[in-house]
């Protein structure tokens, strides 16, 4: 109960219009999370128009909360034996399309066959890696949830739709910023 954690994403980051299950969970080493199997009462402070949740914990957010819209969820597990809290973010993929996870494949098209070979994955290289960009401008990249979990990467983005660039600002390793076009 001590390493109760409010789950299975967190922190929480929902799309306008959708609705998302939150579950109190407990961590075991190197793997997954698992339900915790307890009497949990749920609310989101501050309220936030729009933004929901029910008493098993399923939140809704309407199709009008703006992007980058912010909460917090609460669990109260066991009558207080144990509170939990996890940030919640609210996100438009039409304003942020970046957001979510990516993996960047370790094969690429070869020629005029299009034919797909491994790349060479150099030590430093972060192919083959995944990549997670959030909504609070944050971004890593590494493996997650298994044995060989690890960051890579980490630090903010800025994403500029209008001229098509991302420019990434490393804060861990500590790395000069890089800008990319798409």
Known sequence: MQNATIGPNSPIEIRAGSSY????MYPVPDGPLFTLKATVVW???PAVKGISIDKKGKITVDSSVP???TTTVFGDVEK?????SAKLYVFRPEENP?????????????GESHEIRAVAVRPLSLRGNDWKFHVPQQFWVGKEHNIAAGVRLAGSYELDMK??????????PKKPPSSWSY
Do not use: F, Y
């Open 21 to 24: 299950q939150v579950q109190a």
């Open 43 to 45: 609310t989101i402070e």
């Open 67 to 69: 992007n980058g819209a």
């Open 80 to 84: 207080g034996r144990r509170k939990l």
């Open 98 to 110: 970046l957001i979510g996870a990516w993996h960047v494949d370790t094969r690429v098209a070869c």
């Open 163 to 172: 001229a098509s660039k991302i420019k990434l600002t490393p804060t861990w």
